[in-house]
């Protein structure tokens, strides 16, 4: 069992920056593969980053550039940074965790645990 805990969220204005970091229990953290996922109002959730046990990472499209994931074993915690925020990416952020040995998946169905999520509002 792995619980996640999702901080960092908050308003921000546009072109600005914040960084979410998620915290797990547990001592097999740095088997798991860690996602971003968010979800906006009236919309269903969507993949924003990954990142392997090794370190690999992916984007959506929509983020790449902008965003970083990165993860820190010796913390058990994994680590959003946004910057250049557009309204669009007003949403719900959540962490989760994938256990497998090597990859991530891009699908929140494959995930096997979820944060309670961290709202993030960016005004234009």
């Known amino acids: 069992q792995v619980q996640l805990v999702e901080s960092g969220g908050g308003l921000v204005q546009a072109g600005g920056s914040l960084r979410l970091s998620c915290a797990a229990s547990g001592r097999t953290f740095s088997s798991y593969a860690m996602g971003w996922f968010r979800q906006a109002p009236g919309k269903e959730r969507a993949f924003v980053a990954t990142i392997t046990n090794g370190g690999t990472t992916y984007y959506a499209v929509s983020v790449k550039g902008r965003f970083t994931i990165s993860r820190d074993n010796a913390k058990n915690t994994v680590y959003l940074q946004m910057n250049s925020l557009k309204p669009e990416d007003t949403a719900v952020y959540y962490c989760?965790?994938?256990?497998?040995?090597?990859?991530?998946?891009?699908?929140?169905?494959?995930?096997?645990?979820w944060g309670q999520g961290t709202q993030v509002t960016v005004s234009s």
């Open positions: 989760a965790a994938e256990r497998r040995t090597y990859g991530a998946s891009l699908r929140s169905d494959e995930y096997d645990y």
